[in-house]
């Protein structure tokens, strides 16, 4: 089993930066597929970014290519999403979530999510 918890959320302005952490813990040896997603009122589950652990490989939503940063820390077992120039249609809940490169390759899915962080951008 993996644990995945979200820090950092909060309220901001519009064009301001807010930087969320996800602290992986339990099984977390091998190669994973980290991803972060949001999901704002009313609204389905958005993909947001995901990071290949093992060779720090990226790849982007298009709402925030450009403007959001995913990176990861090995030795903490931590990914972070930097958001900058946000805009109100950033604000959502944020998750992340967790999947073994395998399971990941074989399904395109997650296995693990965490409880999400609340982000509010204010124009």
């Known amino acids: 089993q993996v644990q995945l918890v979200e820090s950092g959320g909060g309220l901001v302005q519009a064009g301001e930066s807010l930087t969320l952490s996800c602290a992986a813990s339990g099984r977390t040896a091998g190669d994973w597929i980290m991803g972060w997603f949001r999901q704002a009122p009313g609204k389905g589950r958005e993909f947001v970014g995901r990071?290949?652990?093992?060779?720090?490989?990226?790849h982007y939503g298009i709402s925030v290519k450009g403007r959001f940063t995913i990176a990861r820390d090995s030795a903490k077992n931590m990914v972070y999403l930097q958001m900058n120039s946000l805009k109100p249609e950033d604000t959502a809940v944020y998750y992340c979530?967790?999947?073994?490169?395998?399971?990941?390759?074989?399904?395109?899915?997650?296995?693990?999510w965490g409880q999400g962080t609340q982000v509010t951008v204010s124009a």
């Open positions: 990071i290949r652990w093992s060779d720090g490989d990226t």
């Open positions: 979530a967790a999947a073994r490169e395998t399971y990941y390759v074989q399904r395109q899915q997650y296995e693990y």
